[in-house]
């Protein structure tokens, strides 16, 4: 087996299933590894605020890659290993690429999401259902997205935009990529749109951890499913795509393991740290 003493852990699609839970097979497999001494990450494109307590709190998880790694924290400490928001004003421009395609907006800044009055009275209407009770949680609803960024300088980290349609989606997608160059764009769930600075993803913050802990790449593993998580996939030592996973991320992976539905992170966990 390899010699793993880190695994990065994507949420949604990988360590969730669909409908936004977490087996007691998966909770049970990654007690274990944290058990031997092994450092378990949820790597997401969420904020700390949705990552559920049940996986945060357990004891020896001491880290968490967010906002896809725009940011990496010590849990304990709160001290900040990865941070990297976008320059001023290259976050006014994406936030001006995004806005005439609508969508729910929410732009992540320093921890916390804010979102606008237009976007908040769409995501009834916007939002998959299980990713709802999210998103509604999440969001801090203010009068002025512009103004909201201009009070915030240096703290933008991500932007995350929910559409109806993958074609609203496409374009939003074409002008961002347009009127931003070099912005770091991807997707993680079904008409979605993310959006980070450039050069920023889960595989430069997942290295900068291993880097921080004295790790090799060759000693991280790292799970995923959608765009969001290739970098990351690429990166470590071994990249693990769910079943489920887009077929560039399959294609990017080391090894493919069970389904999101079907404890496909315990699967991986059990199979090459644990030796199940």
């Known amino acids: 087996m390899p010699d793993i003493r880190l695994i990065a852990l994507d949420l949604d699609g990988t ?3 669909d409908e936004k839970r977490i087996s007691a097979r998966t909770l049970q497999a990654i007690r ?3 058990d031997r001494g092994v450092d378990v990450v949820p790597a997401t494109g969420r904020q700390a605020g949705g990552i559920p307590a049940e996986f945060l709190q357990m004891p020896g998880v001491r880290y968490a ?5 725009a940011s990496v924290v010590e849990l304990a400490s ?3 290993v990865v941070r990297l928001p976008f320059d001023d004003t290259l976050a006014q421009q994406v936030l001006a690429a995004v806005q005439p395609f609508g969508g729910v907006i929410g732009v992540f800044i320093d921890g916390a999401c804010y979102g606008d009055p237009d976007s908040a009275a769409r995501v009834e209407s916007t939002c998959p259902p299980a990713l709802l009770p999210y998103v509604r949680a999440s969001r801090q609803v203010v009068p002025d997205m512009p103004a909201c960024l201009a009070a915030h300088p240096g703290q933008v980290e991500k932007f995350s935009i929910l559409y109806g349609d993958a074609a609203t989606r496409d374009a939003a997608w ?3 990529a347009a009127a931003c160059p070099g912005a770091e764009i991807t997707s993680s769930v079904p ?3 993310e959006v980070n600075a450039p050069g920023v993803n889960k595989g430069r913050g997942l290295m900068a951890l291993a880097a921080e802990l004295g790790l090799a790449p060759a000693q991280v593993m790292a799970c995923g499913d959608s765009g969001n998580d290739l970098a990351m996939i690429r990166l470590a030592g071994l990249g693990v795509a769910m079943a489920n996973a887009s077929p560039d991320v399959l294609a990017a992976a080391d090894a493919v393991t069970l389904d999101n539905n079907h404890d496909g992170v315990a699967a991986a966990i059990e199979t090459y740290v644990l030796g199940a």
């Open 15 to 17: 360590v969730f299933d």
């Open 32 to 34: 274990a590894a944290l």
């Open 65 to 69: 890659l967010t906002a896809n790694g």
């Open 78 to 80: 709160g001290r900040s």
């Open 174 to 176: 074409a002008a961002v």
């Open 191 to 193: 008409c979605n749109l």
